[in-house]
């Protein structure tokens, strides 16, 4: 019992204060832990609900409202629109240029030539034989007509009119050669006609590169038609004859070499082609006139020296045998070929 009593006495001690008065109830240790424990718990919630609260306000007010379509209406970067030149008929002049050209898979740009730009002087081979070459082939029942589809979608850069424009156009063409792009040639050729129909040279420059093509129909009717245009133009139709040759048309060849002149090329090929077509009479004429003009002509004395021998000339046969071995003597074969003739022709002059 003394033990309790001095423990209540503890206890009585404790509840009163250093100063002697009475002190208020207070509540015992593990109370007063309780609420120290809630009141931490209490803090941790709102300072996480601060927290939060500051971030969503942040996030809020950075936010940027995006920009109405309507706002760059005005504000569209520049732009290069295409138009595609219309002709207004088949004979117009191209006023507009066309930003690439289609033609076999690849883009080729035409530019006309600066005005410092030389000339650029275009050569185009002779692709037809020096003598015609008789052969069978199809017969030619279609009308010739020219074609434009194989240069239509071909576009042309604009050629400046006055003195330039005939340089332009030789530029332009030889450009195109150079580049082995015969369709871009013969579609500026094409143009180059038909913005200026007189001009000859571009007449003959297409009708041979259709000849090279063989794109034979389109070759004759623009010779047909240009021959229309220069009728004594010796070029010209030795050209057509040499197509008709081509094509196995012999009379038609013959036919547009009934002219007169002493052009020397134009008198070798008619030669040649009367012998072919056994006309030796007119073929020893022709050959005459040639040697005549050129006495070293070596194809024109052997050519007379044939048809002589087939018209039974043996004396201007064996002449014109004897000046092809002086002349021929680069030539080993055709001197060859000449001393049997002259051996053949005296055994048969001997009794």
Do not use: C
């Amino acid at each position: 019992m003394s033990v309790v009593n001095k423990m209540l006495n503890d206890l009585e001690n404790r509840s009163v204060p250093e100063n002697g008065h009475t002190a208020n109830y207070q509540a015992p240790d593990k109370v007063k832990g309780r609420g120290v424990v809630w009141g931490v718990l209490v803090f941790v919630v709102l300072g996480l609900a601060a927290v939060s609260t500051w971030l969503y306000i942040s996030i809020d007010s950075s936010y940027i409202t995006p920009t109405p379509l309507s706002a760059f209406e005005n504000e569209r970067p520049n732009e290069t629109i295409f138009v595609e030149p219309v002709e207004a008929d088949q004979s117009a002049v191209v006023k507009s240029e066309s930003a690439a050209l289609k033609q076999n898979g690849s883009d080729v740009e035409i530019r006309p030539s600066q005005e410092n730009t030389s000339i650029v002087q275009t050569t185009i081979k002779k692709v037809e034989p020096t003598s015609p070459v008789l052969r069978s082939s199809k017969s030619q029942n279609e009308q010739p007509e020219i074609d434009t589809a194989s240069t239509s979608d071909v576009k042309l850069a604009v050629v400046p009119s006055g003195g330039k424009r005939f340089s332009n156009y030789q530029t332009l063409v030889a450009d195109a050669l150079a580049n082995n792009n015969s369709s871009k040639a013969k579609a500026v050729l094409a143009q180059w006609i038909d913005d200026e129909p007189l001009i000859v040279d571009a007449r003959k420059k297409l009708a041979a590169l259709y000849f090279a093509d063989r794109q034979y129909p389109q070759a004759e009717a623009l010779l047909i038609q240009t021959q229309t245009l220069f009728p004594k133009n010796i070029s010209v139709r030795l050209m057509q004859a040499r197509l008709y040759s081509q094509l196995n048309k012999p009379e038609q060849a013959w036919h547009v070499l009934q002219l007169d002149s002493l052009e020397p090329d134009f008198l070798l090929y008619r030669a040649s082609l009367a012998r072919a077509l056994n006309n030796n009479e007119q073929a020893s004429q022709d050959y005459g006139a040639l040697v005549t003009q050129s006495p070293n002509d070596v194809r024109a004395w052997l050519g007379l020296g044939i048809v002589s021998e087939s018209l039974n000339n043996t004396p201007l046969a064996l002449k014109s045998f004897q000046r092809v071995i002086v002349l021929a003597n680069d030539d080993p074969e055709i001197k060859t070929y000449a001393l049997q003739r002259i051996e053949l022709l005296n055994k048969r002059a001997k009794p």
